[in-house]
């Protein structure tokens, strides 16, 4: 079993790093997810109060969660592997977004169900779990601190993750949870923020391997695939 210290990776679908709606939610969350030096966040603390967990893990919608790597694999296995799964594939529908209210927390979701993305995130889920590594016992303990259902702690126990196959929901973390009594006028700003970017019919056209090289750091975007596309968009955040 891998070092707890060991990095995380992740696979999460994030619009092109230039795209208005990336560009909106990294000044938002006060960090753009491209860059592993990120600048010190110079926003209000109230700002930076309401977004402290997603801006930690970077503008992103979760396809396969935070996993240490699996003994006798390695990253460059990981990205080959997700070069070939991305080259045969094909982009997913996402379509037009919205602002919502999940567990407390506001969100980008699609506006309409789509199907596919569940399969899509499954198929992803499924693909890639020869390379996790089983969860130590504390982050286990710290997942079943949350209260789950029998489904979604078999799940914990199966995938690493609750939230995935009958359980997922594509969305797009915008906040920490808010309290109540600010929700109204949270949505009010967000909507604001975000409503020339959320009538695009987006799609999931190239998947991205974020990278969180020690425990409570930051995830940063190490390379992308573009979906039917072949090759890694090699994204040299280190170097930035």
Known sequence: MPEPCSPRYAIYYTPAREHPLTV?????LGRDAFRADAADDARPEADALLTSEPR???FHATLKAPFRLREGTSVEDLEEALSRFAASGYPCPIGALKIDLL???FALVPVSPIPALRGFAAQIVDEFDCFRAPMNTSELQRRLLSPL???E???LVQWGYPYVLDRFRFHITLTDRIPEEDRAQTRK???ALFEDYL???YRIDALSLFVQERDGGDFVVRSQFTVNGGAALKAAVWAR
Request: proline content about 0%.
């Open 149 to 151: 259902d029998d489904i």
């Open 153 to 155: 702690t078999a799940h």
């Open 103 to 105: 567990g407390g927390f």
């Open 56 to 58: 930690r893990y970077g």
């Open 189 to 191: 700003r967000l909507e």
């Open 199 to 201: 009538s695009e019919d």
């Open 24 to 28: 909106a939610a990294s000044s938002w």
